[in-house]
């Protein structure tokens, strides 16, 4: 996460200095009589693109792939408890923003999921503080900010009818031993959370989506808040790999819009220490594993991430910083580079084929966690 904040308060340094530039062409221009009408508007709209310019992240990921858990670990260690409902099955019920506004108290917006019978869009809504329910809390209370955002998983029941009229398929809500013709829907449509993050603070937004079904259901998301995003956060689960909806998500909803700013987090990779398998064996696993998840996606393997959300936040809370590292290292590095020759000849990478190429280099990296190479190659991608 330090690296992330320092490369965010360059971003901001760097906004500074253009507006300063700007400031500057504008006087300019003026002395030089050259600074009309139309240029005063486009100096303006430029002023405030860079004034309120932010870097949005959106994180994508159907059910129980350990979304809720990574974005725990990134921005909610320093309360000292989880904060994100991170169970097992559907913990985001509607898409939340997480996000600083200064000159707002900290709170959760919520928006009802009844606004849908409209035709008004979230973006049109935004501005209309009747249209939402808030809830504000202490931010410096681990308790109250968690049960404000345990408000994303509520859910109400209404009629088939009206929840088709919302964008629901009635038949897919309605759960055995339910009431006879009502279907559990998400009780709100949108959420945004403002906390004081350190990087919220400095302008970064991040969007934290639903699993598939909601993705269809809700048109705001694949038609604006995805696309629109500066980068996107695909996370899979190393117990699963690329299943049949994880594939149709990736192909509908994020290539087709993001041919730059994808990446994606092979989460859950302490599943595969058994206690059985020695650590070179796992490792290497590991690299078939980013080779193959990479053949499928059509990304270079320098592009998924192999990481422990639930490690990370573990270590994070305790203060340990061996296990913040664990349990990749240094081999990492060795390994996508063999992953990367594999994608170059076949869509997927064989951990047979990576035994035969890299044992020198694993033993060679193996255990190295002092290396600042090992250090930032495997603890990047789990703060």
Known sequence: MDGLASQMTQHAGWRSAVLAALGVYEQRLAAAGLCDERAQHRLARLRARLADDRLTVAFVAEFSRGKSELINAIFFADTGRRIVPSTAGRTTMCPTELLHDPHQPPSIRLLPIETRLHDTPVAALREDPAAWHELRFDAGDAEALARALDSVRETIRVPAPQA?????????????????????????????VNYPH????????????????????????????IPEADAVLFVLAADTGVTRTDAETW????????????FVVLNKIDGLWD?????????????????????????????????SAQKALVARLAGDAALLRWPTSCFLSAARSRAS?????STS???????????GAARNSSRNWSSPRCAGASTSPSR
């Open 341 to 345: 020759n594999c994608v170059a000849s």
């Open 164 to 192: 088709a009229a919302m964008g629901f398929d009635p038949d897919e809500q309605i759960e055995a031993g339910a009431d006879e013709g009502l279907a559990e829907v998400p009780r709100w449509r949108h959420a945004i």
């Open 349 to 359: 990478c064989s951990v047979a084929r990576c035994r035969r190429s890299t044992p």
């Open 275 to 307: 206690g059985v398998r020695d650590e070179l064996a796992i490792e290497l696993e590991i690299a078939g594993q980013v080779g193959s998840v990479a053949g499928v996606l059509q990304l270079p393997p320098e592009q998924v991430y192999p990481v």
């Open 198 to 225: 350190p990087l919220l603070s400095q302008g970064l937004v991040v969007v934290d989506t639903p699993g598939l079904n909601a993705l269809g259901a809700e048109p705001e998301l694949t038609l604006r808040l």
């Open 251 to 262: 192909n509908r909803y994020i290539a087709p819009s993001h041919d730059r700013g994808r």
